[in-house]
């Protein structure tokens, strides 16, 4: 029974360093994730001519008309946000509130974007390279698309370029 008791504790014990392990490596990528994302902030701003013309520093979004509404019912109790508004503050930044279900029901998450960066590429598509803080202090880097014609937004936090098939991607649409 010592044994059985001992060998038990061994295991416990082994567990819990792996989890320890695992913890360091994921503050890891995550601090590198975020070191690249400032760092691409950082570049992105000395060439922002290349990408396209048109770009716009914080406080002027230009053509990036994000106030508003967008939906995506695929998303209604799926773990992320089925509707997102974003509504223009008088100091340039934009209320966000984040709906688990399209109808608005659901836990409500709201926070604070301000765009760093917004530019229109070749194809006359409107990015926006911002900071999302909600109110429980909970921040992060997004770069945002919003379609040509204005019904599509896509988000995707964390990245250079945005992938519909990487991590942390949502799309939305206007209702």
């Known amino acids: 029974m010592k044994h059985l008791i001992v060998k038990s504790l061994a295991v416990l014990g082994l567990l819990a360093v792996l989890a ?4 360091l490596i994921e503050s890891a990528v995550e601090g590198a994730v975020a070191a690249e994302t400032e760092e691409t902030i950082s570049e ?17 979004v230009g053509d990036h008309n994000i106030v508003g509404a967008w939906v995506n019912p695929e998303y209604n109790d799926e773990g992320r946000s089925a509707r997102v508004v974003y509504s223009l503050n008088s100091d340039g930044t934009y209320t966000y509130l984040a709906f688990d279900h399209v109808d608005g029901s659901g836990a409500v998450y709201e926070g604070t974007v301000k765009y760093l960066k917004t530019w229109i590429d070749e ?21 945002d698309r919003i379609g040509a014609d204005g019904s599509t937004l896509e988000v ?12 942390r991607y949502s799309i939305y649409y206007r209702p």
Do not use: F, H
Not at 20 to 23: D, F, M, Q, V
Not at 123 to 143: A, D, F, H, K, P
């Open 44 to 60: 992105s701003a000395g060439d922002s001519d290349q990408e396209s013309e048109g770009s716009a520093e914080t406080g002027d």
């Open 123 to 143: 194809e006359g598509r409107s990015y926006g390279q911002c900071i999302v803080t909600l109110n429980n202090g909970m921040s992060w880097e997004t770069l």
């Open 20 to 23: 320890s392990c695992y913890s």
């Open 156 to 167: 995707q936090s964390g990245v250079r370029k945005i992938n519909p098939k990487g991590a």
